[in-house]
């Protein structure tokens, strides 16, 4: 009676060919997540920011979270946020919260994800701070 394949010792795994490894190395934009590409592009657009107006980014905090929370208060309209401010209080500093699936839906190319990731961090700062966006972001376009 012949040894099935399985059997063997020196089997790795099902057609025997030995240890199976990845075909791209992690380096490589392969392994690249959607979450990793938005998380990038925000701290991208942060820095460039940051640059600009040091001591007013350096009291905001930023997160990116996937979903707005699914109940809004009740003096919330119902649309779907892109993003939201926190004022600071209680020793609390003030927080920018970014929300990537509806803003990777509203999206259609990388370049307009970077555009509306940049409209809404400029966006909830003039709203924290009582700014003009144009005063934050002197490239700002008012037509977003």
Same mark, same amino acid.
């Given at each position: 009676m012949s040894n099935l394949p399985w059997d063997n010792s020196t089997y790795?795994?099902? $057609?025997?060919?030995?240890?199976?490894?990845?075909? #791209?190395? @992690?380096?490589?934009?392969?392994?690249?997540?959607?979450?990793?590409y938005f998380d990038n592009q925000v701290l991208a657009q942060v820095e460039r920011l940051k640059r600009a107006w040091p001591s007013l980014l350096n009291r905001v905090e930023f997160?990116?979270?996937?979903?707005?929370?699914?109940?809004?208060?009740?003096?919330? $309209?119902?649309s779907v946020a892109l993003s939201q401010n #926190?004022? @600071?209080?209680?020793?609390?500093?003030?927080?920018i919260a970014l929300y990537r699936k509806p803003i990777e839906a509203r999206a259609h190319h990388k370049l307009e994800l970077q555009l509306i990731i940049r409209e809404q961090i400029v966006q909830q700062l003039s709203n924290l701070y009582g700014l003009s966006p144009k005063s934050i972001d002197p490239t700002w376009n008012d037509e977003f």
């Amino acid at each position: 009676m012949s040894n099935l394949p399985w059997d063997n010792s020196t089997y790795r795994n099902r $057609h025997g060919r030995g240890i199976r490894r990845p075909v #791209f190395g @992690a380096r490589l934009p392969r392994y690249r997540t959607a979450t990793g590409y938005f998380d990038n592009q925000v701290l991208a657009q942060v820095e460039r920011l940051k640059r600009a107006w040091p001591s007013l980014l350096n009291r905001v905090e930023f997160a990116v979270e996937d979903v707005p929370p699914s109940h809004p208060l009740a003096w919330e $309209h119902y649309s779907v946020a892109l993003s939201q401010n #926190f004022p @600071a209080a209680h020793g609390i500093p003030a927080r920018i919260a970014l929300y990537r699936k509806p803003i990777e839906a509203r999206a259609h190319h990388k370049l307009e994800l970077q555009l509306i990731i940049r409209e809404q961090i400029v966006q909830q700062l003039s709203n924290l701070y009582g700014l003009s966006p144009k005063s934050i972001d002197p490239t700002w376009n008012d037509e977003f």
